[in-house]
């Protein structure tokens, strides 16, 4: 630029140069990355406070796998290979301008790639955390001191960063388990079943189905995969190692049979972890009823409670294939009436079960309990309590809400009242024998006092005659 003087005695100039350049930028960014060979970097950009940046540039190179943006100055992408603390220069670019930033990069090794670093470095304050089994083969760094001498399972010697040390095919973790040397290739462990799993560390060393120690407690070898336990239901469980067990269908909640006299009953027999092949009832069941010594059912009806008691016990022996164990099953049957013939019985031993006991004994339309309550015989259809009644918390209750006392129940003439009759009658007798007695006394006295009055008058004529 040239700038003129001038005045009324002439002109003068001078000459300069004006050049305008950018306002020197001012970043905010996170100057340390630690990042894990294998795994993506979360990407990295400055913040940009004031100033203006036209273009950015890194040096030297960033690390393998990783890419920066010149445009926006981004970082991003898997770095691939493990690094030691270096630090880069970020370059903002402006008009006249060109400004430095230092950036750290760490890239640490992760040996069995999952996802943890073998070792993070001193200070590290993040979201890492230091594999403490850098190649996994699950021993721990500490033990596996890399000597190549096995001086026992808590220090074998080991490469913390190789598997299987030895080359042998076995991990060093499971040669320890199975009791040989991690360092030495012609120390390997059994495989029965070449599975790849040395015998000590599988459930099923011979592979036959069965765990080693299902088969020391059924008697069979756990080496040998043609001998297997005996499992005759094929259930999956030796049979020495389940128990056998019988039950009855159609059983109360007490475990007992309830027979309805005069309706068939069945009663079928349920068999659990066994197989049977003899079955035997004691005592001998009442006549009507038939025990199936084929599968062990009892079926068949009942005409009448007075051939067979209110209740009989019986024994059911079953025999088991295979261990030849004896089952024994108590059954007791209980005998119910049918008063009025509706198929369900009087009684139920505890109300609850498949047999539910009859609620209307007498088929009145009313319930047992509510007739009881208020009085009305419940086997008696002529008799019930009415409309009027109702059961109230166990009460009979009218229609004013006040509470019926049931009469006593007329239970028909008993001994005490018999013998009371029978007394009343012989004194009733006596005293009408005494009050006869009496009265013929009177007659005779009577009489003989008449036959006296007539004699003595007799004599008194007589006398006066003379």
């Given at each position: 630029?040239?700038?003129?003087?001038?005045?009324?005695?002439?002109?003068?100039?001078?000459?300069?140069?004006?050049?305008?350049?950018?306002?020197?930028?001012?970043?905010?960014?996170?100057?340390?990355?630690?990042?894990?060979?294998?795994?993506?970097?979360?990407?990295?950009?400055?913040?940009?406070?004031?100033?203006?940046?036209?273009?950015?540039?890194?040096?030297?190179?960033?690390?393998?796998?990783?890419?920066?943006?010149?445009?926006?100055?981004?970082?991003?992408?898997?770095?691939?290979?493990?690094?030691?603390?270096?630090?880069?220069?970020?370059?903002?670019?402006?008009?006249?301008?060109?400004?430095?930033?230092?950036?750290?990069?760490?890239?640490?090794?992760?040996?069995?790639?999952?996802?943890?670093?073998?070792?993070?470095?001193?200070?590290?304050?993040?979201?890492?955390?230091?594999?403490?089994?850098?190649?996994?083969?699950?021993?721990?760094?500490?033990?596996?001191?890399?000597?190549?001498?096995?001086?026992?399972?808590?220090?074998?010697?080991?490469?913390?960063?190789?598997?299987?040390?030895?080359?042998?095919?076995?991990?060093?973790?499971?040669?320890?388990?199975?009791?040989h040397d991690p360092t030495d290739a012609s120390d390997v462990p059994?495989?029965?079943?070449?599975?790849?799993?040395?015998?000590?560390?599988?459930?099923?060393?011979?592979?036959?189905?069965?765990?080693?120690?299902?088969?020391?407690?059924?008697?069979?070898?756990?080496?040998?995969?043609?001998?297997?336990?005996?499992?005759?239901?094929?259930?999956?469980?030796?049979?020495?190692?389940?128990?056998?067990?019988?039950?009855?269908?159609?059983?109360?909640?007490?475990?007992?049979?309830?027979?309805?006299?005069g309706l068939p009953v069945r009663f079928e027999a349920l068999v659990?972890?066994?197989?049977?092949?003899?079955?035997?009832?004691?005592?001998?069941?009442?006549?009507?009823?038939?025990?199936?010594?084929?599968?062990?059912?009892?079926?068949?009806?009942?005409?009448?409670?007075?051939?067979?008691?209110?209740?009989?016990?019986?024994?059911?022996?079953?025999?088991?294939?295979?261990?030849?164990?004896?089952?024994?099953?108590?059954?007791?049957?209980?005998f119910a009436a049918d008063s009025d013939g509706d198929g369900l019985?009087?009684?139920?031993?505890?109300?609850?079960?498949?047999?539910?006991?009859?609620?209307?004994?007498?088929?009145?339309?009313?319930?047992?309990?509510?007739?009881?309550?208020?009085?009305?015989?419940?086997?008696?259809?002529?008799?019930?309590?009415?409309?009027?009644?109702?059961?109230?918390?166990?009460?009979?209750?009218?229609?004013?809400?006040?509470?019926?006392?049931?009469?006593?129940?007329?239970?028909?003439?008993?001994?005490?009242?018999?013998?009371?009759?029978?007394?009343?009658?012989?004194?009733?007798?006596?005293?009408?024998?005494?009050?006869?007695?009496?009265?013929?006394?009177?007659?005779?006295?009577?009489?003989?006092?008449?036959?006296?009055?007539?004699?003595?008058?007799?004599?008194?004529?007589?006398?006066?005659?003379?």
């Amino acid at each position: 630029y040239t700038v003129w003087a001038n005045n009324s005695g002439g002109s003068t100039s001078a000459t300069f140069s004006l050049e305008v350049i950018s306002q020197t930028p001012s970043l905010l960014y996170v100057e340390e990355l630690v990042l894990l060979a294998g795994d993506a970097m979360p990407s990295w950009q400055p913040f940009v406070l004031y100033g203006s940046v036209d273009t950015w540039a890194l040096t030297p190179d960033a690390p393998d796998g990783l890419v920066f943006n010149t445009m926006i100055g981004r970082l991003s992408g898997t770095p691939t290979t493990p690094a030691d603390a270096m630090t880069w220069t970020v370059w903002t670019n402006a008009t006249g301008v060109a400004v430095p930033w230092n950036l750290t990069i760490i890239v640490l090794l992760d040996t069995d790639d999952d996802g943890m670093p073998d070792t993070l470095p001193e200070g590290y304050i993040g979201a890492l955390v230091e594999d403490l089994d850098d190649d996994n083969d699950g021993l721990l760094d500490v033990l596996e001191t890399d000597t190549g001498i096995y001086l026992g399972p808590g220090n074998p010697g080991t490469n913390p960063l190789v598997v299987d040390t030895d080359a042998d095919g076995w991990d060093d973790a499971e040669e320890l388990i199975c009791g040989h040397d991690p360092t030495d290739a012609s120390d390997v462990p059994v495989d029965t079943d070449g599975d790849g799993l040395c015998d000590a560390l599988e459930a099923d060393p011979d592979g036959d189905g069965w765990s080693s120690l299902d088969e020391l407690a059924c008697s069979s070898d756990p080496l040998n995969a043609t001998s297997v336990p005996v499992d005759v239901d094929g259930d999956g469980l030796c049979d020495a190692l389940v128990q056998p067990e019988v039950t009855y269908t159609n059983l109360t909640d007490s475990a007992s049979g309830i027979v309805v006299i005069g309706l068939p009953v069945r009663f079928e027999a349920l068999v659990i972890n066994a197989e049977v092949e003899g079955w035997s009832i004691s005592p001998p069941l009442p006549d009507g009823l038939v025990f199936n010594t084929t599968d062990g059912s009892i079926s068949g009806s009942v005409s009448s409670i007075e051939e067979t008691g209110l209740e009989s016990q019986h024994t059911v022996a079953v025999r088991e294939v295979g261990y030849g164990r004896n089952i024994v099953v108590e059954l007791d049957l209980l005998f119910a009436a049918d008063s009025d013939g509706d198929g369900l019985a009087d009684n139920d031993p505890d109300g609850f079960g498949s047999m539910r006991g009859d609620i209307d004994d007498d088929n009145d339309g009313w319930n047992d309990t509510i007739e009881a309550a208020c009085g009305s015989d419940p086997l008696d259809a002529t008799e019930y309590p009415g409309p009027d009644f109702e059961l109230v918390n166990g009460a009979c209750v009218n229609n004013s809400g006040e509470t019926v006392v049931p009469p006593p129940a007329d239970d028909g003439p008993n001994l005490f009242t018999m013998c009371l009759l029978f007394w009343a009658a012989v004194v009733v007798l006596a005293l009408m024998h005494r009050a006869n007695e009496q009265r013929e006394h009177r007659k005779k006295l009577a009489a003989e006092k008449d036959a006296m009055i007539t004699s003595m008058i007799a004599e008194h004529t007589k006398a006066e005659e003379e």
